[in-house]
């Protein structure tokens, strides 16, 4: 079995799957059971003032009758009193020496204010510290959380503030609601932190309820913006991590991947990215503790399959992830439906001839079903028939050697390369 050890900035954890911040760790009792189960890290249901939260929390976005695939909530940080929360922390890594135990602070911006939750908090053992600059609801309207996190100049001087006392790991945790997150990376850098954990949750409004006509989750009759995660956040986060891992003055800088994970193939994503560690928030809120173990085998698994150990996969992919004016222009492919497999539904040629480029050629057969074929000359291989087919293998995306050397846009403006021929008319 490979070995899954993982060091995030210094943050030691026997596999690199950790807890969100979030309800799975809202107590110590639940970080233990979590660590029982395989869980090789926790980071702290954030710690700051004490606050109230709503009684009705989260929405959902069903998709297809599958649940959850993004979540909605409008709760704050800990609604537990500190003192408790820090004995515990101190109890948790007194059981556990051997798990993560990050403790995330939220606290108003004031230097003595962040002096003494650090000192708390590394008085309680915790391991890592996480900066939470990313809640985009309630505590942003207090001038904490996403209000911070979308303005460098603000993640550096606070981050600059927990670095002059922290003498543990300082991760600070990034929203995405902010047009670019290389200048928020950069800027957490600047300030001295360790790391980077990414996303918190997207500012967003789940749905309304059309009979009361109210925002979900409702509040005795009103609603408020909230933040969006799970499944549906993913491709998001994917992105942000990468730009992180790609951008030439963040280079190396260790990050905490998040977003959206819940297999071990959403995690060797992230990993192949530039995360060290991958935290989990919906899928536990989801399915419980137990996930882990289909994430640590499946990780290990793909590990041992591929001959890769960690840290050969962590930034695998970044190489392979470019400006598109670098794509070759003479790489062709065209769809190919294989007969057998069809079953005549006509997904392919309806989304080709409404919402692609008519290279679907259809007729109905005896037997009623309709009978398609790809025309070769049209395709322009955008692949959205492949996507909206219902049978697996059905539709390949096939390649087709145009006799042309790669072309970029770069090459073909400087006149450096030449196009291969294309459809007329696209
Ligand atoms: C109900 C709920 C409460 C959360 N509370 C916190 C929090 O207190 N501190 C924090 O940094 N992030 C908090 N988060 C954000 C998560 O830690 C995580 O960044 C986000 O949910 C994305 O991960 P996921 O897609 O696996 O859920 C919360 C998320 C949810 C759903
Ligand atoms: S790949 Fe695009 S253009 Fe080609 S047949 Fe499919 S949908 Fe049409
Ligand atoms: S979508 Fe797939 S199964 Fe349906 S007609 Fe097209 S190729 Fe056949």
Redesign the pocket.
Known sequence: MADLKCNTAGIISPNPFWL????PTNTGDQIMRAFDAGWGGA?W??LGEPIVNVWS??GSVDINGVKMMG?N?I?L??DRPLDVNLKEIYEVKKRYPNHAVIV?LMVESKREAWHEIVKKAEDAGGDGL?L?F??PHGMSERGMGGAVGQVPEYIEQITGWVKEVATVPVLV?LTPNIADIRYAARAAKAGGGDGVSL???INSIIGLDLDTLAPNPPVNGLGSHG?F??PA??PIALNMVSQIGTDPETLGLPISG????STWRDAAEFIALGSSSV?????V?HYGFRIIEDLVDGLSNYLDEKGMTMDELRGASLPKIRDWKELDLNYKVNARIDQEKCIGCGLCYTACEDGAHQAIFSRRREDGRTFVEVKPDACVGCNLCSLVCPVDGCIDMVEIPTGFDPCSWEQYQSGEGKLAPRPAGH
């Open positions: 969100a911040s979030a309800p980071v249901k954030t929390r989260y979540l909530n709760e940080i800990t995330s996480e939470n990313g809640c945790k996303i918190n949750t933040g995660c799970g956040v993913k998040i977003g959206g994970v935290q989990v928030c919906t899928a809120m």
